[in-house]
T-cell receptor, first 115, second 112 residues
Framework: KAGVTQTPRYLIKTRGQQVTLSCSPISGHRSVSWYQQTPGQGLQFLFEYFSETQRNKGNFPGRFSGRQFSNSRSEMNVSTLELGDSALYLC??????????????FGPGTRLTVT | KNQVEQSPQSLIILEGKNCTLQCNYTVSPFSNLRWYKQDTGRGPVSLTI?????NTKSNGRYTATLDADTKQSSLHITASQLSDSASYIC???????????FGSGTRLLVRP
């Protein structure tokens, strides 16, 4: 069974630009969550999608948005990039949503560098 | 404020020794508590997941305990191996809003 895949793996963007990251969950998984990881802040929850609906959202500005498609694949978009957006963006998939205690499987991440 | 605090921040042990990592949380009520292992440059891998009614869960040489009364959890690693060198992250899911609250992690280094 293929694991969670994220594309691209590495990305370099300039301040002010926008970026779209993609996540393909494990087959059969309906929940996709996104996280930002930086050395200073650690892992921070961005949002969770379940059956194409945003189920939960972390404390990030509106520049961060996402969506989920009918095949459970998800995309995350960051507009008007800032230097502080440089981070490892992780995607995780699970059969169900968090409260149901389903195990989350993380992808390898997309390393975004903003210059 | 919902918080998850882990200690120690970093730890160095010799191969073959045991160690215990701590996680204290103020999240209440909570849905579940998870421990993850994250190797450098990789995504976290789930080690254990416990609901509020469970007080221990094992996964090979990893054993997690949970005391919901004192709001403490620990991860015990037995007979450490070099491959245990990683960051260990404690995560608590809130029951009210289903948000995940992450600890800052403990960086473990196992030396030969």
């Amino acid at each position: 069974k293929a694991g969670v895949t994220q594309t691209p793996r590495y990305l370099i963007k300039t301040r002010g630009q926008q970026v779209t990251l993609s996540c393909s969950p494990i087959s059969g998984h309906r929940s996709v969550s996104w996280y930002q990881q930086t050395p200073g802040q650690g892992l921070q929850f961005l949002f969770e999608y379940f059956s194409e609906t945003q189920r939960n959202k972390g404390n990030f500005p509106g520049r961060f948005s996402g969506r989920q498609f009918s095949n459970s694949r998800s995309e995350m978009n960051v507009s008007t990039l800032e230097l502080g957006d440089s981070a490892l963006y992780l995607c995780a998939s699970s059969l169900g949503a968090g409260q149901d205690s389903y195990e989350q499987y993380f992808g390898p991440g997309t390393r975004l560098t903003v210059t | 404020k919902n918080q998850v605090e882990q200690s120690p921040q970093s730890l160095i042990i010799l191969e073959g020794k045991n160690c215990t990592l701590q996680c204290n949380y103020t999240v209440s009520p909570f849905s579940n508590l998870r421990w993850y292992k994250q190797d450098t440059g990789r995504g976290p891998v789930s080690l254990t997941i416990m609901t509020f009614s469970e007080n221990t869960k094992s996964n090979g040489r990893y054993t997690a305990t949970l005391d919901a009364d004192t709001k403490q959890s620990s991860l015990h690693i037995t007979a450490s191996q070099l491959s245990d060198s990683a960051s260990y992250i404690c995560v608590v899911t809130t029951l009210s809003s289903y948000k995940l609250i992450f600890g800052s992690g403990t960086r473990l280094l196992v030396r030969p």
